[in-house]
């Protein structure tokens, strides 16, 4: 599986931006999707996933972000709203089979960068 991250760059604080990562994977349908960040100096945190139809986000994000998938393009979105300077980071998507709990396939990050 093979995962790869689109749409980050530098944004003012309050903005938008919209991350993408495709898949390559015969069926996508059977993943459960995540988009996770790792600012400078912290560890790698989740940030919101899709698994089985259902969704859940970090709190530091509830209300403002907002994961999506296409099944039919392999495709998992971020849309970030109301970015603050707290969600600088770089931003991974993941994936897992969804009958395991842990995600075990990552692409290589996009990075996010929200000024003040």
């Known amino acids: 599986v093979q995962l790869v991250e689109s749409g980050g760059g530098l944004v003012q604080a309050g903005g938008s931006l919209r991350l993408s990562c495709v898949a390559s994977?015969?069926?996508?349908?059977?993943?459960?999707m995540g988009w996770f960040r790792q600012a400078p100096g912290k560890e790698r945190e989740f940030v919101a996933g899709?698994?089985?139809?259902?969704?859940r986000y970090a709190d530091s994000v509830k209300g403002r972000f907002t994961i999506s998938r296409d099944n039919a393009k392999n495709m998992v979105y971020l849309q970030m709203n109301s970015l603050k300077p707290e969600d600088t980071a770089v931003y991974y998507c993941?994936?897992?089979?969804?009958?395991?709990?842990?995600?075990?396939?990552w692409g290589q990050g996009t990075q996010v960068t929200v000024s003040s």
């Open positions: 993941a994936a897992r089979l969804i009958l395991l709990r842990d995600y075990n396939y």
């Open positions: 994977v015969r069926t996508f349908s059977s993943y459960s």
């Open positions: 899709w698994n089985g139809g259902s969704t």
